[in-house]
Nanobody, 126 residues
Framework: VQLQASGGGLVQTGGSLRLSCEASGSTFSRYSMAWLRQAPGKEREFVASINWRSDITVHSDSVKGRFTVSRDIAKNTVYLQITSLKPEDTAVYYC????????????????????WGQGTLVTVSS
């Protein structure tokens, strides 16, 4: 599985963005998809995930209510809708694919994801 993330950019505090991650390969529907981010000088952290059946979504406490993960199986694409952006959301956002992850605990664990995209930079100005 190859992943290509896009949609990042420079936005003002309070703004919105939609990140996209397009996957190659015919088995996209069997992968749970996640978004993680890494801010300068910090470790990569979990942001959100949607399971392979698209019936479970998980969001970190720091983004809950502001970010929404979704997927379009027909387009082999997972999205992260970001609203009410804050300067602390500035980071490189990565998408990742994990085979048949179903539990919220597994979906939050970055070690469970086998494939990673190259990242897209989101910069929020104050």
């Amino acid at each position: 599985v190859q992943l290509q993330a896009s949609g990042g950019g420079l936005v003002q505090t309070g703004g919105s963005l939609r990140l996209s991650c397009e996957a190659s390969g015919s088995t996209f529907s069997r992968y749970s998809m996640a978004w993680l981010r890494q801010a300068p000088g910090k470790e990569r952290e979990f942001v959100a995930s949607i399971n392979w059946r698209s019936d479970i979504t998980v969001h970190s406490d720091s983004v809950k209510g502001r970010f929404t993960v979704s997927r379009d199986i027909a387009k082999n694409t997972v999205y992260l809708q970001i609203t009410s952006l804050k300067p602390e959301d500035t980071a490189v956002y990565y998408c990742a694919a994990g085979y048949l992850l179903s539990s919220a605990q597994a979906m939050r664990d970055r070690r469970r994801y086998q494939y990673w995209g190259q990242g897209t930079l989101v910069t929020v100005s104050s």
